[in-house]
């Protein structure tokens, strides 16, 4: 069977727990104030508000960029990213048939922002830094009106658009030392440029609001001030004072009923500021950069992102933070599920460690060690500790409730930690390094013991799994070898030569059989006895692999570098069902005890969960 074979089913996709938070403008409320619409990686979610349930829209073959949605929420436009020299995608959607309306085709590379008209007539696209045009399409006919060069060659590159709220034939767009009222010429099919005047201030505006009369826009810039321009006459009319100066500056700006702005800095910092004389009325501190805020209806309440991936809820009369959605930032390195459990999993990225519950897609509890790396982790039998290992070279243990520490073996290790896990009986730890050495260790009551150090490897071990009667474990290698030991005597009994670097390995769940995946892109099945290989596997067009299988035994499932998760039949060795919707490689995947649930991470953060196609029979 062909790899990228199109007449594979499709693996079910439930839930999503991501957002992609360096998007401009990346988060709003549809119009009906039921859903959020936000993008994470090449899909675009809608999330109902009220209960968290999540519909999906697929059509992007590279990450979103910027997201528009129509003033009667009729449409949604979305721009992505493409590689040098290829032409970047924008997508009308249909919203109420959750279908595809028209694809457009102009930009190179990037498409940069996106605005409607107010009466839904035109739709206003921004190229990127290497396309530099600014066109108008016509929605009906989904055709190019006209097309300008977005800036004058002096100026620098144009980072945003906005629409008039009451005229289809007006939009501005700002950016590096440019400020254009744009005026649509229906007869001459072109678009007239009017440069605004603001004086000797040299300013990069990253973000533009448009009063509900048409009379001002409001620029928020790189600098940290505003800018107050006359629509009409596209005069400057006022600046911030620079005690209102806001950190790393302006990233996002509304206008709310009551005229007043609400601001989020780069610095994290939101705040309610006078639209007359920019006072902060109110601030709240946030994590990391403000990149969006949707109102929701008129406006007594909002939504803010942040670069964090972090969605909160606000409401105008408290004006408190609500957090409602996290998710990594980082690439995800790790994911363990709880044992005998379909409802608790962990993952790590950069120097968190965070809980989740399945069934809600939230976070439960969040660990974090400052300025270390946690390499991997494991969810402890009896599920009373969360095991961790380090880039500083410790092993840690974590209370999984609270969080708070249980044990740390300082300097486990010569180098980093880069494999841990835990005997069923919880009364062991084996650990791995960068160096290659296999560690064994002894928990009780008053802390711990090392039991022996090996020094079977000579390159960094990926993986360790243990046999379920805590009689032998194997280790994987990128030194190209997995070693299987005798967990009484700690020596080996076996060692498998792969060839290539050997990042997963799993034990069948009946244990005359392993599995190995690794740099050749393939998947090796091993005789536990005799170290033979078995069978091999072209499970990818490129990179490594991981993989889990299910507790039954009748099926794994694989997802690496190509981005593709893939089900297959353990006896016959096909693929019996295709995910296609990650964004990024695919760095950890795990099976449900219950063989109902799958869930994949990513290296952009994101952590899929999906409906296992193959469920137990009890």
Partial sequence: MSLDSTDVPQIELEAVIGFTGHVPSGLWVHPD??????????????????????????????????????????????????????????????????????QLLLHKEKVEA??????????????????????????????????????????????????????????????????VVWRLDLFTGRIEPKKCQIGKLRRTVNCVEIDQDDQFIFCGTTSGDFLKINLESGFLTDCSPVKTKFSLGVNALKIVKSGKLLVGSGCGMLSLCSHTNFKILKQVPLEKGVTSIALRGEGHQFFVGTKAAQIYRFSYDDFKADLISTSHTDAVKDIDIAFGSSEIFATCSG?????????????????????????????????????????????????????????????AHRMSVTAITGTRSCKRIISGSGEGQVHFWELHPGGHRLLKATRGHTATITCIKIKSDDKECVSASCDGTCIIWDLKQFVSLQTLNANTQVWTVCYHPEEYHIITSGNDRKITYWGVYDSSTIRKLEASQ?????????????????????????????????????????????????????????????????????????????
């Fill in 33 to 102: 104030s039921e859903h959020l619409i936000y993008p994470l990686g090449h899909t675009i979610i809608l999330k109902t508000i009220k209960d968290g349930k999540q519909e999906f829209l697929h059509g992007h073959t590279n990450n979103v960029s910027c997201i528009s949605v129509s003033k009667s929420g009729s449409y949604i436009a979305s721009g992505q990213v493409d590689f040098l020299g290829f032409e970047a995608k924008v997508i009308i959607w249909d919203y109420a048939q959750r279908t595809i309306y028209a």
């Fill in 114 to 179: 996106l605005a409607f008209s107010p009466n839904e007539k035109y739709l206003v696209s921004l190229g990127g830094q290497h396309d530099g045009r600014v066109a108008v399409w016509n929605i009906e006919t989904k055709r190019a009106i006209c097309e300008s060069p977005a800036s004058a060659r002096s100026a620098g590159q144009c980072l945003t658009v906005q629409y008039s709220n009451t005229n289809d034939y007006i939009f501005v767009s700002a950016g590096s030392e440019t400020l």
């Fill in 542 to 618: 490129s990179g490594s692999n991981s993989v889990d299988i299910s507790q039954d035994g009748k099926h794994f499932v694989t997802g690496g570098d190509d981005k593709q998760l893939k089900v297959w039949d353990y006896n016959e060795g096909v693929v019996t069902h295709v995910g296609m919707l990650h964004s990024s490689s695919i760095t950890g995947i795990k099976i449900c005890s219950n063989n109902r649930t799958l869930i994949s991470t990513g290296a952009d953060g994101a952590i899929y969960q999906w409906r296992f196609p193959h469920p137990s029979s009890s």
């Fill in 351 to 411: 120097e968190d460690i965070r809980v989740w519950c399945i069934g809600r897609h939230t976070e439960l509890l969040r660990i974090t060690v400052p300025n270390v790396t946690c390499n991997c982790l494991h969810i402890m039998a009896d599920g009373h500790g969360i095991l961790s290992a380090w880039s500083d070279k410790k092993i840690q243990m974590f209370a999984p409730e609270s969080g708070r520490p249980m044990l740390v073996i300082e300097d």
